[in-house]
């Protein structure tokens, strides 16, 4: 993927930790993940959506269904990164966050990621409409830049 | 993805631990990654390629340049998996793994995974192409469905 | 702690991965917390307890209250590992396991750990008597090396 | 351990991330270690020691030799911890930290960490006098809180 940096209006910042680092030197690749996923959950806090990603109604739960990263330069011990977090789309029953991870101080481009996650009806597990107020958070923040359908 | 199971000649066994289970009951996510990578080293052990997949000849190492999964159903503690492994191409300076997780017992399909490697020069750091060795492994040990590109 | 080996019936196999080690080229030393843990649900399972160690009881729950960690010689990549445990003594409201990691080819001893749990109240949280049947399972496959506390 | 947190002058903050929750919602007993460990590592880079707690000097190395932690209170997803850290102890070839985790709005005391170090040749892997700059270093942050054993 090659996502389009300027669409991205939300930032986290963190510093890769020791424990973070394989016996290359660098950031092991699953750890981006997990740097992802702390993007995604302070986009929906800072969105007002209370709670973890996968509790986002009571009587709904989200998962991931898929995940594409691709690594651009290896992240080293103790460098301060910024994670990009945005959603792109939003459709029936799924969406997607777009990330980018890159390096504060030059910019160095680390990684990149497309994540895809499924409403599901908390009590059957079937897949349902993503909810109103979830569409509603994305749209006033995001504005023309997540596509939005709203029929399914 | 959609991977073809038939064409897997490797699998490797683990049983999920209790840390690798998230809040929700569930796999988080990004273990997946770990246990195929734990598929992809037993791969390469068995092929007699001695070392660590970053460093495969003494002159050369190997990069993870791309990670794609999907998730088809969630692992739960204490289950049994199989990760199933092949090397599905290579090209001139990358190739690529492909990586099946099924639960033992029921063969449930739990994820599916494709990622690609880069050959890089061990003192330049630049992509160069994949060791004749590992070419020559891995076409004994996977015949006719590893694509191998001969001319780069 | 200098623990007596010849105490321990339990023991659970398991082999070093890739993403376990940190850029020493060692077990990084959080994770022999987790070897250690494997060690422990294997224990209760093959006692007959079913479920995980924080659920022992549908009206109970237990929480790891102390560990402490000798580091005696670092493990490596793919090394084997026999993880030795044994519930050392149960008092009223609490009970301890220790561990023992060594190589399995060589029997280097690689760290030893002891654990104290407490046993909760499923609903007010309060420490509450350890559970008979556990005292029962423990004392039925330790024998004399577990110190069992009847009276609190 | 009852540590006094009077005698701490270092504090690091962070926010538990969604993938340190276990499936009790509450940190996993293994990642406390990992927030001790960032702790030391700020702390020594705010002492002005360049690198990992491991190089500390070009021709030495640190390893962890002994863990200690009592777990007081849970930490759960979200919550801001301050992670205190000090050198309480320099002997010959060995020193300790010790550390404290309180939740920063309330103080409520999370758990408490004495880890152990040995200082050894680079070369020859004995252990050898802790090294003089880091006993300086020390001796400057820390003042008289620090018993710092002049003569091995």
Redesign the interface.
């Known amino acids: 993927v090659n996502l389009d940096r300027s669409k991205f209006r939300h930032s986290t910042r963190l510093r890769v930790?020791?424990?973070e680092?394989?016996?290359?030197?660098i950031v092991?690749?699953?750890?981006y993940?997990?740097y992802f996923?702390?993007g995604r959950?302070e986009y929906l806090?800072k969105l007002g959506i209370k709670v973890?990603?996968?509790t986002i109604q009571g009587d709904s739960?989200v998962?991931?269904?898929?995940?594409?990263?691709?690594?651009r330069s290896?992240a080293k011990?103790?460098e301060e990164l910024d994670v990009l977090t945005r959603v792109s789309y939003i459709r029936n029953t799924s969406f997607a966050f777009e990330g980018i991870i890159e390096e504060t101080a030059s910019k160095r481009l680390i990684a990149e990621n497309v994540s895809v996650h499924v409403w599901l009806d908390g009590t059957t597990g079937a897949p349902r409409r993503v909810g109103d107020e979830f569409r509603r958070l994305v749209r006033t923040f995001e504005g023309v830049h997540a596509l939005i359908q709203e029929t399914g």
């Open positions: 930790r020791n424990y680092i394989d016996w290359q030197g092991h690749n699953a750890n993940l997990l996923e702390t959950i806090q973890d990603i996968a739960r998962v991931v269904a898929r995940n594409e990263i691709d690594y290896p011990f103790n």
